[in-house]
């Protein structure tokens, strides 16, 4: 089994909003994303991955949501998650298939729990609700209902260097 190459592009606008001392931040961000890899199966998934997030930042946290547009081209049992190829099931048998549309929408949230700034390092508590929009049988998600939660960390470790640890269910 091999990882898909992937090759990012994006660009983001930030929209600050601000009404009598209020903290207020919009941020729309867009990026692509194409990939392309065997994942065990016979031939190559190819995947393209364009998502539209609009995010709401708020003091210690914010709240984002997620309208994909993915473009997949696999063997059946491999479907795209959040941009990314996945096998879902143990068969990839059968004929190449390709679709084209709307992803799985994603709802999300973070809260900052510990700030590094007053404690060892920072440490975010998330959660997210992934909505069965896309279509199932051409590849674009699960077309299932789906929750997630996780902690996500960072260290910064000198001024060039910051690590990251996440763990998400």
């Known amino acids: ?38 994942l065990g199966a016979s031939t190559s998934t190819k995947t393209f991955y364009w998502p539209f ?14 309208v994909p547009y993915i473009s997949q081209k696999s ?18 048998a059968g004929n190449e298939r390709s679709g084209k549309g709307i992803g799985d929408l994603v709802l999300e949230g973070r809260y900052l729990l510990f700030d590094e700034g007053q404690e060892a ?13 896309a279509d199932r049988d051409k590849g674009l998600g699960t077309g299932e209902l789906d929750n997630t ?7 910064t470790l000198s001024e060039l260097w910051t690590g990251y640890m996440d763990l998400y269910y």
């Open 75 to 92: 063997r059946p049992g491999i479907n795209a998650i959040k941009g990314r190829p996945y096998r879902t099931r143990n068969s990839t």
């Open 1 to 38: 089994q091999t990882s898909p190459a992937s090759t990012s592009y994006g660009t983001e606008q930030i929209i600050p909003v601000e009404k009598s001392n209020v903290y207020s931040k919009w941020k729309l961000n867009t990026s692509f994303t194409f990939s392309a890899g065997d």
């Open 121 to 133: 390092f920072n440490l975010t508590g998330m959660g997210g609700i992934k909505r069965r929009t």
């Open 149 to 155: 939660f996780g902690a996500e960390t960072t260290k």
């Open 53 to 66: 997030t609009l995010r709401r930042y708020f003091e210690r946290g914010n709240i984002s949501f997620t």
